[in-house]
């Protein structure tokens, strides 16, 4: 291919589309107008000599060759903006949207405190946090440049992302105060009653039924729920039992729930707050990403 004929413009607009998967919408995107987006997605099409959106069911949809070109081209745009950027400019002067993957909790526990710290060193910049579906999607999303942060455990994250350690949890059982498996607290009166699982994705196993399995018994889990906010109402009225978080549990908890060390030992887990390796230059991401760290640890 001769680069000589490349428009890193085209490549921009490619981009747009691709994100998007529709026309009208990436020429908004962009501040171009319908016919100029379709002209450009027709010249993409024989750069590279692949439809890269085809009409589907009442929707476009990406070809094959499409999904391969979407982390390779964000690199490269990437790359370009940094050799092509202008002087910095000062984060009071920054208008731009970080968008952050990251379960309800520890959303609930930051979105205040960043909120409030933006405002006072960099108030153009939006946050967008979107809802959580897991670790693997998360990384897919970071890649594909869906999101700029993702707050969970990442075990690996292979060299085209960026992964920070920002606090390691343990557990705690949480039951209803005046609960019957609160008087002598044990395994026994824990495994007596229902539990309440919290999974985004909707699986009825966690890292207590591993534990349990080691030692040759089971739980009944009587209710799984997608958020983390959901269970401490769940609890209060009724003799469910939950196994969360340390920095899950409500605030002032004492005064409606009794919290015990698990009575078989749950491993705990690392938080990471992970990026693109693009995203490694981006002002805005990287000042999010450091009050983020901040406030976590």
């Given at each position: ?28 995107r ?16 024989h750069?590279f ?7 589907g ?49 520890p959303a ?36 594909k ?5 993702a ?18 949890e ?52 009587g ?19 939950a ?48 009050i ?6």
């Amino acid at each position: 291919m001769n680069l000589r004929s490349v428009d890193l413009n085209l490549l921009v607009v490619l981009d747009a589309l691709l994100d998007e998967a529709h026309v009208s919408r990436a020429a908004d995107r962009l501040g171009l107008s319908q016919p100029a987006a379709s002209s450009a997605l027709e010249r993409c099409r024989h750069l590279f000599r692949d439809p890269l959106l085809e009409r589907g069911k009442g929707m476009m949809r990406l070809t094959p060759k499409a999904e391969t070109l979407r982390v390779p081209l964000k690199n490269l745009l990437a790359e370009a903006t940094i050799i092509l950027a202008p002087p910095a400019i000062d984060l009071a002067d920054l208008s731009q949207t970080v968008r952050i993957g990251m379960a309800d909790h520890p959303a609930t526990v930051i979105a205040g405190p960043l909120h409030h710290r933006l405002g006072l060193t960099a108030p153009g910049i939006d946050v967008v946090i979107q809802p959580w579906h897991g670790a693997s999607a998360a990384l897919d999303a970071l890649a594909k440049g869906q999101i700029d942060l993702a707050a969970s455990v990442f075990p690996e994250v292979g060299l085209s992302f960026r992964r920070k350690h920002l606090l390691d949890e343990h557990y705690l059982v949480l039951m209803r105060k005046g609960h019957p498996a609160a008087d002598g607290f044990d395994l026994e009166r824990w495994l007596a009653f229902p539990h309440v699982l919290v999974s985004g994705r909707g699986e009825t196993r966690g890292a207590l039924d591993d534990a349990l399995a080691g030692i040759g018994r089971t739980r009944r889990v009587g209710m799984v729920v997608p958020s983390f906010i959901m269970v401490p109402p769940l609890l209060a009225g009724s003799d469910l039992i939950a196994l969360l978080p340390s920095r899950c549990l409500p605030p002032r908890w004492q005064e409606q729930f009794a919290a015990f060390e698990p009575a078989v030992a749950v491993k705990g887990f690392p938080l990471h707050l992970a990026w693109h390796v693009r995203r490694d230059q981006d002002m805005a991401v990287q000042h999010v990403a450091k009050i983020i760290q901040d406030l976590l640890r």
